[in-house]
């Protein structure tokens, strides 16, 4: 069985920092990709950042220069540091993960979302 954790949300102010950790534990063969998705309630989840294996990351135009992805593919844990927060970021966090179990058991697995509010 394979579980995803996400921790770090809270309440802070606009323009302050809060630094996501999302963790895989469970029976993991391997990791592929890592991602981080928002959703206020009403709309459709959206993607806020996404990592490789290798390093490689994609973010999304509302957080380019803002949020940074990374990992740590010994400790199956990925993080998002969110800078410069705006209202407008509030929301769940989910976190996402690409997890083989063996070689050729692959799935895609979510976290329970973490809450994210900005507001003075």
């Known amino acids: 069985q394979v579980q995803l954790v996400e921790s770090g949300g809270g309440l802070v102010q606009p323009g302050g920092s809060l630094r996501l950790s999302c963790a895989a534990s469970g029976n993991i063969f391997a990791i592929s990709a890592m991602e981080w998705y928002r959703q206020v309630p009403g709309l459709p989840r959206e993607l806020v950042a996404g990592i490789t294996n290798g390093g490689s990351t994609n973010i999304a135009n509302f957080a380019k220069g803002r949020f940074t992805i990374s990992r740590d593919n010994a400790k199956n844990t990925m993080w998002l540091q969110m800078d410069s927060l705006k209202p407008e970021d509030t929301a769940v966090y989910y976190c996402?993960?690409?997890?083989?179990?063996?070689?050729?058991?692959?799935?895609?697995?979510w976290g329970q979302g973490t809450q994210v509010t900005v507001s003075s």
């Open positions: 996402k993960a690409e997890i083989g179990t063996t070689s050729s058991d692959w799935n895609d697995y």
